[in-house]
């Protein structure tokens, strides 16, 4: 019961000094409060425990006279009482000071109200939240996304599609929403319009400039499907063919920027190893900027077999190894000081280690960029797809054009 008193007694005392009005007339402050309570409280020295009572009119209006005549007051009115100084200690400090979390000895009910917060009242009733817009996945399926690669895709049908996402409201690519609409409606495949926070959900995070595919994955070609390449090795027997094979790729940008630069400098056919490399995922279809869907890539269990076997038909087997590792007895030379002179397969190995021993073995030269200037351990060497933009420029800006 003597916390409740306490209570109420900090309570009205806060009220009260709320409704001071603070003056710039000689620093002092005007109470608004009746005449009988002002002189009720300089009898006792206490706050008056009694609440505040309604400012008259009389005491408004003479505030304001007294404040815009410099001081003076009216005749036949009564000025404002001044208030003097509150002798309880806890009325002189700062109201933002008083309410301090309690010490120990209080009781429960008490300790219930400090430790009161906002966010313990429960949300207002009837407030919905927004559900995020549920999309249906096919099983196996997978998200291609980004303008080139899922155009490429549409343009090559080399996977089954089953849902074309646009970005809706995109004033800005409204022409190319609608060429994918054509070819949608051309391959009797449904659109459909969603917000952008959908498309980032679908491709988790990716760049996809407001569209994204729904379709099959993509597979690398198995060796036993070469007829077409075969048949193109046959009447072009005796010209300059150039193959590129890859061994323990597995960082999917890497691998996407190594077929993007194959097919841009007009590599003849892509090998990859299957074991410990990086699938042909959408990642790397949208870093190939959609090359992956036009190129054939094949893809075998054991890469030194398709090596022996190219070797066996008269083709030059190169690997590619840093400027300041020795090979033993397999020659190191330059890559611009290679010549180009019969069908050649070049080698290109995993990010870290590079080819491994037994491919090492069947190669009858190792390539390698000389650098520039000395380097500092750990950049004395470039990024795969960065080796294989050069070296491949090297090799195939030798190719005789035909007249």
């Not at 120990?104 to 927004?130: A, Y």
């Not at 495949?189 to 760049?207: A, E, F, M, N, S």
């Not at 990010?351 to 950049?379: A, H």
């Amino acid at each position: 019961m003597e916390s409740l008193r306490s209570f109420q007694f900090c309570f009205r005392n806060v009220v009260r000094l709320g409704l001071a009005a603070p003056c710039n007339h000689r620093s002092q402050t005007f109470r608004r409060f009746s005449e009988r309570e002002e002189q009720h409280l300089w009898e006792d020295g206490s706050p008056c425990r009694s609440g505040p009572k309604e400012v008259s009119r009389l005491h408004t209006d003479s505030f304001s006279d007294r404040v815009e005549s410099g001081g003076a007051a009216r005749p036949n009115q009564k000025p404002l009482l001044v208030r003097k100084p509150c002798r309880d200690r806890r009325l002189q400090t700062p109201v933002h000071q008083r309410w301090k979390l309690p010490g120990k000895g209080v009781s429960g009910r008490e300790e219930e109200f400090w430790n009161l917060r906002n966010d313990d009242f429960s949300k207002r009733k009837g407030q919905s939240q927004p559900r995020p817009l549920q999309i249906g996945r096919t099983e196996g399926s997978e998200i291609l996304f980004g303008i080139a690669p899922c155009s490429l895709a549409l343009a090559r049908s080399k996977r089954d599609f089953f849902k074309l996402f646009l970005k809706s409201g995109s004033s800005s690519t409204r022409s190319v929403m609608e060429d994918f609409s054509r070819q949608a409606e051309a391959l009797d495949i449904p659109v459909q319009l969603v917000p952008r926070k959908v498309l980032d959900t679908l491709c988790k995070g990716g760049v996809h400039q407001g569209v994204c595919l729904e379709a099959t994955p993509l597979r690398p070609i198995s060796w036993q499907e070469r007829s077409s390449h075969e048949a193109e090795g046959a009447t072009s027997e005796g010209s300059q063919l150039l193959w590129l094979a890859l061994e323990g790729i597995q960082d999917p940008m890497n691998l996407g920027a190594v077929l993007r630069s194959a097919h841009f400098l007009g590599v003849d056919g892509i090998v990859m190893s299957q074991r410990n490399s990086c699938p042909l995922t959408p990642v790397v279809s949208k870093a190939s900027a959609g090359a992956m869907e036009v190129l054939d890539v094949f893809g075998m269990d054991h890469l030194q077999s398709f090596l022996q076997a190219k070797s066996e038909q008269g083709w030059e087997i190169v690997g590619t190894v840093g400027h300041s590792t020795a090979q033993g007895d397999i020659p190191v030379e330059s890559c611009l000081d290679f010549r180009w002179t019969k069908p050649t397969v070049l080698l290109l190995g995993n990010e870290g280690y590079g080819l491994s021993p037994e491919t090492k073995s069947l190669c009858r030269r190792m390539l390698s960029i000389f650098p520039g200037r000395e380097l500092q351990p750990g950049i004395e060497s470039l990024n795969v797809s960065v080796a294989a933009g050069i070296l491949l420029h090297s090799i195939c800006s030798q190719k005789v054009k035909a007249t």
